[in-house]
């Protein structure tokens, strides 16, 4: 899948626990800038497990969703993280329906991440998020003793980790 224009490729690092709460980092092509997405725990849990290539004992509802997709003949192709808006990030997955159409649909990032996990697709995010609320990633690596150091925002917003 090619990359879209203004967008980099993103990969997922960790599941990291805040004092606001589960927070998934996406690094950039260079490993440098990191973007913090806060999730919840169950989408935590779900990204951390598809991460180690584990499942849970019974499907959670992104397993469910892909068992969906794939039973009805849709393939996922991508996904992406496309804007910042309030506060709230906004994402896209793109699945190949089997008559060949595309369909972009409307979604979270944490499933949009999930899925790209679970499905092993690119996960794509527009260049200006990662300027406009990306960090550099000596700011969340840790002191010596494993734990996250707090530090500002590019914006001048606390990160609470």
């Known amino acids: ?7 980099v490729s ?3 690092i960790d599941v990291i626990e805040t004092r606001s709460g589960d927070a998934v980092l996406l690094a950039d ?3 440098n800038t990191v973007l913090p997405i806060f ?11 598809r991460m180690e290539g584990k499942h849970y004992k019974r499907p959670l509802t992104h397993d469910l969703l892909s068992d969906m997709m794939k039973d009805l003949g849709g393939t996922a192709l991508k996904v992406q993280v496309d804007d910042l808006r309030n506060d709230t990030f906004i994402g896209s997955a793109f699945i190949e329906k089997s008559d060949g159409t595309v369909v972009e649909l409307d979604a979270r990032p944490s499933d949009c991440i999930a899925m790209a996990l679970g499905e ?3 996960i794509y995010v527009k260049q200006r998020v990662f300027d406009s609320a990306g960090i550099d990633k000596s700011e969340i690596e840790g002191d010596g003793e494993d734990k996250p150091k707090p530090q500002k925002h590019k914006r001048g917003e606390p990160l609470s980790l």
């Open 29 to 31: 092509e260079t490993g």
């Open 39 to 49: 999730v919840g725990g169950t989408e935590a849990m779900t990204i951390k497990l």
């Open 10 to 12: 993103a990969s997922v």
């Open 120 to 122: 092993k697709v690119p």
């Open 1 to 7: 899948m090619t990359k879209p224009a203004g967008y």
